[in-house]
């Protein structure tokens, strides 16, 4: 990196006495003394508080404009590179981007970590503590938000020119609280306190219709066209925020929209002396923006959702097309040249029909000539399975909102199902199963199927998910066009989940290895040669040993319970769902508890059971699987008999800042999903690459995590996905095994009498008939399989460099998850993008 200031002439003094750098420098000096210079000048030009009231939140805010000011070279110099368009330029399109705090990651992508702490310590404060003050745009719900941000910072760092394109929510995920074991959910008011790093553009504004009807009509050539009368009308502005690569120069950016009503039209109310029917419309048209969904939220507020989606995809491709024609000045048929545009899952897959509709009643495009840059452009990206996941829309609510986007969706379906007619004759059955309406509960639009034959590529996100999606949900489509089809592994970032999240690794690794493992993750093999070094591995365990001190510290913080560093920390933290199986985990440590308490002198290795995540509010059981935590957790941590060697903490909201402690302290990763319904996960990663053995299914990117480390560094149990798909078509009886397994039994027992609730046989029976009766996901099935490699996870903990030696090899081997290597499959494999470095 260039841009250093090598010298401070002093021709002015801040309010704490010291000197001032030039203004040029204070802009973007990288020096220690130019960040000091530049905190001061922030204190007083931006944040104008006289030094008596500075607080460490002023001094948070001055250090983010001193360093957002440090990436705006960069990120003009960027933006300018790729405006013309000598180079294609990736559009990430997804509905949320869960980035986590930015002070930080920008400090060590810009690499001025240490000189920005210097520049604190000479102004008096600590840079942990004023890192401490950011929180963080929970613009997301988990995996897939977390997915798009580790992207977006690999892009920037691999140098590929690219835009993420999202919604700038006012509410991001409810914050989790608890009451008496409980959930509750608090709003996330994220932006009362500012965002430093977001740009607002007013400028860059687009409009947005909803509703009313079309109508046709004969343009002056005698062409037949279609006109959209939209009911409503409101707009989209944009707030951008850099997104820094490691090392770089690049600096891409984050476009969020955000909605707001139509000044024009708000005036006509004006004119009209309705001064309250215009405040009226303000509040309906920004409330397009206002608040995130949860992602099991039912009917309530669907049409809002649909509302979301159609909104920022509009702006989006506005927004691309406006560069591409009016900066560019390129013609239409280049825009796949020049553009791949990746569907993240189907939240934004209305593009598909959003971008015919611009290319066919906006610019007069033939359909044909629509149609072929359309699937040239787009990607589809699908992270479920699950067919209660898979996004339909009512025909009727799909109608009423986006008439013309209807009509289009039926041209589509009309010409693409002769295809499939011609290719299967006499299959009237395929026909019906891959059409783009369905008829399944009511007629509806299914976005998977609009998102797969608008799209050149469709890919799942590990292996074992991509084989299943061309088997099961996408089979058809599969037969059909064979070539579409593929997989991307995913990767996180180990900028953000190894050198901030884990320092003291980051530290053994540079002196170790050498510093270049952060972008090149598959150097951390290097590590092999050091696992028989005894010396080595007490220093991995000093590591580990410190970070579970910190998290203990956070757990004693936050909820008043005392963790001991040398006790196994055993973590599950991810969405609390049916098909992850909290309740699997949860009922191993009952018969823990029950072994406890039948044979008092027994011995058990030390552990804490640790869980974090959040429940859709409307998810009944997933709720109750909290309050069966929360309930076990005040049981166990109580009783003498137990909490000698037992505890259970539930860390209330889980979100990325807190994971940065999480991670890092984890010995045991929880991965226990019902085999084929975790599509990858990747908080299995974060795990691994921190150095925590892993017992799991074989799920998702498990399957690869295993293969990696090698199976004798893995714990495995449970049913394989063609076993689970087995058990079910053969009439799964979930009683079946309790009544062959007295421990089983003895364990539900416990919870159906209240053992756990004071007495209470009430609040969690629905759990208990749910597993007897019914468990979907097959924990009853699974469950001596993963008690019995619990047990063996236990006896490999007491072999103490045993332990130490598998946790190093799982870091070793755990490059393939960095998002780099997914990026770059991206890259080759779907997008055509190569990388672009900016010159200053
Ligand atoms: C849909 C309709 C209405 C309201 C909300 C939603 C909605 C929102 C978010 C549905 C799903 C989501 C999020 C899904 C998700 O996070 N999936 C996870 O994606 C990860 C990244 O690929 C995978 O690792 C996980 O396996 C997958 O569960």
Redesign the pocket.
């Known amino acids: 990196m260039t841009d250093v200031v090598t010298s401070t002439p002093e021709d002015s003094t801040d309010h704490n006495g010291a000197h001032l750098a030039p203004t040029g420098q204070t802009r973007s000096g990288m020096t220690a003394d130019a960040l000091r210079a530049a905190v001061s000048d922030h204190l007083i030009y931006s944040i104008a508080r006289p030094p008596a009231v500075l607080t460490p939140e002023h001094y948070y805010k001055a250090l983010s404009l001193a360093v957002r000011d440090r990436m705006q070279k960069r990120w003009m110099a960027t933006t300018q590179d790729w405006l013309d368009l000598s180079c294609k330029v990736t559009c990430y399109l997804s509905?949320?981007f869960l980035m986590g705090p930015q002070l930080g990651n920008n400090l060590l992508n810009l690499g001025i970590e240490a000189q920005a702490r210097q520049a604190l310590a000479d102004l008096g404060q600590d840079l942990d503590v004023i890192l401490d003050c950011e929180g963080e745009p929970g613009l997301g719900?988990?995996?897939?938000?977390r997915?798009a941000a580790c992207y977006l910072d690999s892009m920037a760092t691999l140098e590929r020119p690219s835009i993420g394109y999202g919604i700038r929510y006012e509410f991001g995920i409810f914050k989790q609280e608890l009451a008496d074991g409980w959930q509750v959910e608090k709003t996330d008011n994220w932006l009362v306190h500012g965002n430093p790093w977001e740009i607002d553009k007013p400028d860059a504004a687009y409009t947005v219709n909803w509703g009313g009807h079309t109508e046709t009509y004969e343009d002056v050539t005698g062409r037949f066209r279609v006109r959209w009368v939209p009911q409503r009308v409101l707009k989209g502005v944009s707030y951008d925020t850099p997104v820094q690569g490691y090392g770089v120069n690049t600096c891409n950016t984050l476009t969020l929209w955000s909605a707001r009503a139509v000044e024009s039209f708000a005036l006509d109310a004006f004119n009209t002396g309705d001064f309250y029917k215009a405040v009226d419309e303000e509040v309906v048209s920004e409330t397009v923006s206002k608040v995130l969904?949860?992602?099991?939220?039912p009917e309530a507020g669907k049409r809002l959702?649909l509302l979301q989606q159609y909104f920022f995809v509009t702006c989006s491709l506005q927004d691309i097309l406006n560069i591409h024609l009016q900066r560019a000045h390129l013609p239409l048929s280049a825009l796949p040249d020049k553009w791949a545009i990746q569907l993240n899952?189907t939240?934004p897959s209305i593009a598909v029909a959003e971008l015919m509709r611009l290319l066919i009643d906006e610019y007069q495009l033939s359909w044909d000539a629509a149609w072929d840059l359309t699937v040239r452009t787009f990607g589809y990206t699908n992270?479920?399975l699950l067919p209660e996941?898979l996004?339909t829309w009512p025909l009727r609510i799909f109608g009423e909102a986006l008439p013309r986007h209807l009509e289009l969706i039926y041209e589509i379906n009309e010409r693409f199902l002769e295809q499939v007619r011609e290719r299967f004759p006499g299959d009237e059955d395929r026909v019906g199963r891959m059409s783009l309406i369905g008829e399944d509960d009511g007629k509806c639009v299914r976005m998977a199927h609009l998102a797969t034959v608008g799209s050149h590529t469709v890919n799942g996100?590990a292996a074992l998910h991509s084989e299943l999606l061309k088997a099961s949900v996408l089979k058809d489509f599969y037969e059909m066009w064979p070539e579409r089809f593929g997989n991307v592994t995913?990767g996180v970032t180990p900028r953000r989940f190894l050198a901030l999240a884990n320092p003291g690794l980051r530290e053994l690794l540079d002196d170790t290895i050498g510093p270049g493992w952060i972008t090149d993750l598959g150097r951390l093999r290097g590590l092999e040669s050091f696992v028989d070094d005894p010396a080595f591995r007490q220093r991995w365990r000093d590591v580990k040993r410190a970070n579970k001190s910190r998290l203990a510290e956070y757990v004693h913080a936050t909820t008043g319970i005392e963790l001991d560093p040398t006790w196994m920390f055993d973590v599950q933290v991810k969405?609390i769902h049916e098909y992850k199986r909290q309740h699997l985990m949860v009922l191993h440590i009952i018969a823990l508890y029950h072994r406890l308490k039948t044979n008092p002198g027994l011995s058990v290795p030390p552990r804490v059971f640790i869980f974090g995540g959040k429940a859709a509010p409307g998810y009944f059981m997933a709720k109750r699987i909290i309050r069966l935590i929360t309930a076990v957790g005040a049981t166990v941590n109580n009783d003498p008999d137990v909490n000698r060697c037992l505890k259970v903490v539930f860390l209330p909201n889980f979100n990325v800042k807190n994971a940065h402690l999480v991670y890092p302290a984890a010995n045991l990763s929880e991965q226990i999903s019902t085999a084929g319904k975790?599509?990858?996960?990747?908080g299995n990663m974060k795990f691994m690459i921190n150095g925590a053995l892993t017992i799991g299914t074989l799920d998702?990117?498990n399957v690869e995590i295993r293969q990696e480390a090698g199976a004798e560094n893995f714990f495995l149990f449970g049913l394989t996905e063609g076993q689970v798909e087995k058990v079910k078509a053969e009439g799964y009886r979930p009683l079946s095994y309790v009544e062959s397994d007295p421990e089983l039994a003895a364990v539900l027992e416990l919870i159906a009498r209240g053992e756990f609730t004071h007495g209470d046989t009430e609040v969690l029976r629905p759990i208990v008939d749910n597993l007897i009766h019914h468990d979907p996901f097959l924990a009853l099935a699974d469950y001596r399989s993963y008690v019995d490699c619990q047990d063996e996870v236990s006896r490999a903990w007491l072999d103490r460099d045993t332990w130490s030696r598998m946790s190093i090899r799982n870091t070793a081997r755990s490059g393939k998850f960095s998002s780099d290597r997914a990026i770059k499959e991206y890259c080759d494999e779907i997008w055509g993008v190569g990388p672009m470095s900016v010159d200053l």
């Open positions: 509905a949320e719900n988990g995996g897939l938000g997915l969904y949860p992602n099991d939220e959702r899952d939240h992270h479920t996941a996004e996100v995913n969405r975790e599509a990858s996960g990747t998702g990117a």
